[in-house]
């Protein structure tokens, strides 16, 4: 049992440092519109590790002008933390905050075993709760169980483009020479080292990402799952990080890292879980395909480079569609909208993103870095014509690093969009 005394003390300390945060230099995210501030539910914002999740909340939290108490069972002091001391921790939170506080986040809680009976005790009093938690323990399907749908999920991502510029204050609007080459120049740089903002600091970035991805496997998985194959684990991490885009191969990987399809199929989800990788499903009404024939692609595009044995192909079109693909999750996240892609036969031309409502395709979406070549014009846009007609959506986006215009084929219009206005949009 932790006394009263060593609970108040590291809680006073948390206090103190958030009064030496600098709001000056937080950044807007599309997120923070997600909150319910007045709900009874308790904002749950989950994602990959290192992503901004904790500065998110004191952000929305303080620009809104709300009084909240802050735990961060992240803290060494608070490791041992049992489900009997949380009791004691709320009875510290009413001390040093007053026991009229409105808000309470709970940063980290699934540390502490028991923790959703805790945030349901305290939902059950009509206190508005916040609370982060990096992947480990706190998973959509363990809210769904524990929380018993009294929670808004929020899922957070690295910076994005647009955020990226905000924070290096990169002039997004500017029509001169000098601000369109600066914006070109950011997005090569954002390319290469992504979005996550610890990181954007940083002269050691190789560093940095191969501790985030370690610990991603050794504490989010590892531990949490018992995988016994570690090292099997981490070649399929950094395999599927050098082939973003691309369709996992599970026989392949099988029979290179000798187990069975069934674990590379778990150890592949895990990733998922993790927020590390994100895999996008054939669009196909045949369950067997959307459940095999699976792309790959990663969380942000800084883990590709920045990393020990980077063999990841300096393709610039996998890593704009990369980059596209994320920004779409950020986006369909309000609509609740679904991400697919289309490739009817295994010899047809692909469309590289489908996007959903209830299975009906919204809009095709096409990415391709180049396509100044009339032949590579022609390819991109007859696979967008095929799947229209096949899918019955005339709404038919390009995303390209050039100009902006649109086209008529075959009585249809394309919308080429270049791909700094469509990700400053």
């Not at 939290?61 to 108490?69: D, I, V």
């Not at 608070?78 to 026991?99: F, I, K, M, P, W």
């Not at 370690?214 to 194959?229: G, P, T, W």
């Not at 007609?389 to 709404?395: F, K, M, P, R, V």
């Amino acid at each position: 049992m932790f006394s009263d005394r060593i609970i108040l003390q590291v809680l006073a300390e948390q206090r103190d440092e958030i009064k030496t945060y600098a709001s000056h230099r937080w950044v807007g995210r599309r997120e923070e519109s997600l909150f319910e501030f007045d709900s009874s539910l308790a904002q749950v914002v989950i994602g990959v590790r290192r992503s901004g999740k904790s500065t998110i909340c004191h952000k929305v939290l303080q620009e809104h002008g709300l009084r909240y108490a802050y735990v961060n069972f992240d803290d060494d002091r608070l490791a041992r933390l049992q489900t009997e001391d949380l009791n004691t921790v709320l009875s510290c939170v009413y001390q040093l905050y007053g026991s009229d506080v409105p808000y309470i986040f709970l940063d980290e809680v699934q540390n502490v075993e028991g923790w959703y009976l805790f945030v349901n005790r305290l939902l059950r009093t009509s206190l508005r709760i916040f609370v982060t938690g990096s992947n480990a323990k706190l998973l959509s399907g363990e809210l769904a169980t524990h929380l018993t749908g009294r929670y808004n999920e929020i899922r957070l991502y690295p910076f994005s483009f647009a955020e990226y510029c905000d924070y290096h204050h990169i002039d997004t609007h500017g029509v001169t020479t000098k601000s369109e080459a600066e914006r070109k120049t950011a997005f090569m740089q954002y390319v290469s080292d992504g979005g996550f903002p610890e990181m954007q600091a940083l002269r050691n970035k190789r560093g940095y990402v191969e501790s985030l991805i370690e610990a991603i496997i050794l504490k989010d998985i590892q531990q949490r799952f018992r995988v016994r194959h570690v090292e099997a684990l981490r070649k399929i991490a950094h395999h599927l990080i050098n082939n973003t885009c691309q369709e996992v191969n599970y026989g392949d990987l099988s029979r290179i890292l000798n187990l069975s399809d069934k674990t590379i199929q778990k150890y592949v989800s895990y990733l998922q879980q993790a927020f590390l990788l994100s895999l996008v499903t054939k669009y196909s009404y045949k369950s067997r395909e959307r459940m095999r024939s699976n792309k790959a692609y990663i969380i942000d595009p800084g883990l590709q480079n920045n990393r020990d044995h980077s063999m990841a192909a300096e393709n610039m079109g996998w890593r704009l569609e990369n980059v596209v693909y994320v920004e779409l999750l950020r986006r369909s996240s309000n609509d609740f909208l679904d991400v697919y892609y289309y490739r009817p036969t295994s010899g047809a031309k692909e469309v590289d993103f489908v996007l959903c409502d209830k299975g009906k395709a919204l809009q095709l979406i096409q990415v391709a870095y180049d396509i100044d070549s009339p032949k590579t014009l022609k390819r991109e846009t007859s696979a967008l014509l095929a799947a229209s007609g096949a899918l019955g959506c005339d709404e038919l986006l390009l995303i390209a690093f050039t100009d902006s215009r649109d086209i008529e084929l075959e009585g249809k219009t394309i919308h080429i969009r270049s791909a700094l206005d469509w990700l400053l949009e």
